[in-house]
């Protein structure tokens, strides 16, 4: 049996965040000095494992809890209530020795920094993390070629591209040579080209050369479909779904799946859509709600029954039909199938 | 304690702010010009109104110049070792660094000395330079006869205002107002401490808020041996309360930062600017 690497139990993070003012005069000017607070539980009572060698997902759109779960791992951040154990330590009580096993990688701009170089940055992490002068500047040439940047290493990273700085952060993560590798949405932002490389480093790199055990958090299903053994869907805090991304799918198996691309569809037309019979759950997208152009995404029990009368609708309601296919369930449809709505809404 | 992991903290924090310093040449180009006109606007405030004697008799035994010389040289110390240790984690906010930089198993004390202490590289300038145009353009003559005692009060007078520095630091962190702050604390200080003028030309009352303060210890001790030809007994009575303030600000600020982590890591806020 693999040992479990990262274990949480019941692990929760509420923040606090200032009531919004109401009123107005002196009301309103005490209100902005003494001000409400209300709660907001960024990750609820979440529990799950990680097993060595494993590269686990966690699944959510934004503002669902991902990155405040990574950070309670890497401690960052203290838990309200629960436990997490990190290579066998505590993250609350032990943090010192937490933070020695993980390497962090978020994505962004932030975390450089961009008036030195990529090498500088690189040394002085590893300075930090207690690596010999040596084994340090082996270690950054190997990392520097393995995400091809040595030949911009001595470059400031300011001078960067987006997709460069992203693959300096990940090898910034590497320094300590850790056991364990906490992936904060390491592709956001990035061109398809660079994200390709980013994943690819991932999975064929750190994970099945190098046998690090991996967490990674992101919104793009197909990304989290490609890379994890298995995946924890989470949304508002909550896991509403974990196991591999096969048996996720499984989920819905005997749901059909259409979708529909139009245009001139009007914006109250997405209720009615979703009252026509047969229909399980639908989800509209509008990518251009000023002409109308959207996505139509449809679940239900047989696709033949619910086609002609959704497309009789549409064209009553003056839509105009694009391209209708029956596709294959996809991760982002398990999320649909569970909570009724996108996961980039 | 890790000395091996302390020292390699030290050396890669002391070596990046260097980098960062001089990959700026405006900061070098405000670090000649800054500390120059500070020292002139004081003398000839002075010398407007006369020579020292003219003025008050609480000037005539620093002969006026070189008192205004050694104030201007503790209280730039104490702006650039509150700004290198005081502001280096909020700065490290606004490099967008703070996060990282609180992932990594180091200690933090070891972290804003070697800022602070590498903050003194732009100091050493100012403190040369504001010695050389004292004595080349307006005549001031040292007396020195103990240099162990300068030696002594020039080290004291550092690791006081560094203990400010990590004092402070917590503050601004938990506060993220260090820029506000900092600058807050110009005028208050150098009023206080006696920049410009000896303490004893202040109000009582007044005077019991300047020996609260490290900078005017440093700035008495330093005019006494550079100015007086004090020796070690003359200064005994600065450096005591010095060592003193040395030890209550790094053990509080000690504490306060970690109270400080441990909040902002409670609520959420560390990354925020």
Known sequence: MPARVIETQNLTKIFEKKAKTEGGGLRRLYKRIRPKKEQIVAVDHINFYINEGELFGLLGPNGAGKTTTIKLLCTLLIPDEGTAIVNGFDVVKRPEEVQKCIGVVTGGERGLYWRLTGRENLWFFSQLYNVPEKVAKERIDKLLKLVELEERADEQVEKYSRGMKQRLHVVRGLVNDPPILLLDEPTLGLDPASARVIRDFIKEELQAKQKKTILHTTHYMEEADQLCDRIAIIDYGKIIALDTPENLKKMIQKTDIVEIKVSNLRQEDEEKIGAIEGVKKSVVAFTDATVGEATIKIHAEKAEEIIPLTTEFLIKSGARILMLEQTKPTLEDVFISLTGRKLRD | ?273
Do not use: H
């Not at chain 2, 992991?5 to 180009?29: E, G, H, M, P, Q």
């Not at chain 2, 000649?32 to 005539?60: C, E, H, R």
């Not at chain 2, 002969?63 to 650039?80: C, D, E, K, P, Q």
């Not at chain 2, 990594?104 to 010695?131: C, D, H, Q, R, Y």
């Open chain 2, 1 to 273: 304690m890790n000395i091996t992991k302390d020292w390699r903290t030290f050396k890669a924090v002391f070596l990046r702010n260097l980098k960062l310093y001089t990959s700026y040449r405006a900061w070098i180009i405000a670090t000649v010009i800054w500390p120059l006109p500070l020292l002139a606007v004081n003398i000839y405030q002075y010398m407007a109104f006369g020579t020292a004697a003219d003025v008050s008799d609480t000037l005539k035994p620093y002969g006026g110049i070189g008192m205004i010389v050694v104030g201007t040289v503790v209280y730039l110390l104490y702006n650039r070792l509150l700004w290198g240790t005081g502001v280096s984690i909020q700065s490290e906010r606004w490099m967008g660094t703070i996060e990282v930089l609180f992932l990594t198993p180091t200690n933090k004390m070891i972290v804003l000395i070697a800022s602070g202490l590498s903050s003194l590289i732009e100091a050493s300038w100012w403190i040369f330079s504001i010695f050389f145009l004292g004595w080349a353009i307006f005549g001031v003559q040292p007396s020195i006869t103990s240099w162990p005692a300068v030696f002594t009060c020039v080290i004291s007078t550092m690791a006081a205002l560094l203990s400010v520095g990590v004092f402070f630091a917590g503050f601004f962190v938990l506060t993220r107002a260090a820029d506000q702050l900092a600058s807050g604390l110009q005028a208050p200080i150098r009023f206080f401490s006696g920049v410009a003028f000896p303490v004893s030309a202040l109000p009582q009352m007044l005077q019991c808020i300047s020996y609260l303060i490290p900078v005017t210890y440093g700035i008495s001790a330093l005019r006494k041996c550079v100015l007086l030809s004090g020796d070690f007994g003359s200064i005994a009575l600065d450096i005591a309360p010095l060592w003193f303030m040395t030890m209550i600000f790094l053990i509080v600020g000690q504490i306060t930062l970690r109270i400080v982590e441990r909040q902002t890591k409670k609520k959420g806020t560390l990354y925020l600017f």
